[in-house]
């Protein structure tokens, strides 16, 4: 059973940074194609960056260039280093394959992410 354990999220004011992590086990996983996830209250669950099979990376709009996801293959951790958060990065943030990948992971529990004003 693969397993997803986001962590490092907090309460931080706006211009501050955090770093998430995301840890995966189980057999035969992988950690390509894979990807952070946020979902503020009352919304739907939206994709904000990720690595694709052939190691690119993808960001949305509203986080390039403050955000920067990461990865150590050896320790099947994937990283999200946020910088100059605003409050409306305030969210669950998760992490888990990629839309389109075929198949999604059973999602962790998340980290919360809140940005104060």
């Known amino acids: 059973q693969v397993q997803l354990v986001e962590s490092g999220g907090g309460l931080v004011q706006a211009g501050g940074s955090l770093r998430l992590s995301c840890a995966a086990s189980g057999s035969t996983l992988s950690i390509n194609s894979i990807g952070w996830y946020r979902q503020a209250p009352g919304k739907q669950r939206n994709l904000v960056a990720g690595?694709?099979?052939?190691?690119?990376?993808y960001y949305a709009d509203s986080v390039k260039g403050r955000f920067t996801i990461s990865r150590d293959n050896a320790m099947k951790t994937v990283y999200l280093q946020m910088n100059s958060l605003k409050p409306e990065d305030t969210a669950v943030y998760y992490c888990?394959?990629?839309?389109?990948?075929?198949?999604?992971?059973?999602w962790g529990q998340g980290t919360q992410v809140t940005v104060s004003s």
């Open positions: 690595f694709n099979s052939g190691g690119s990376t």
């Open positions: 888990n394959r990629l839309p389109g990948s075929g198949f999604y992971y059973p």
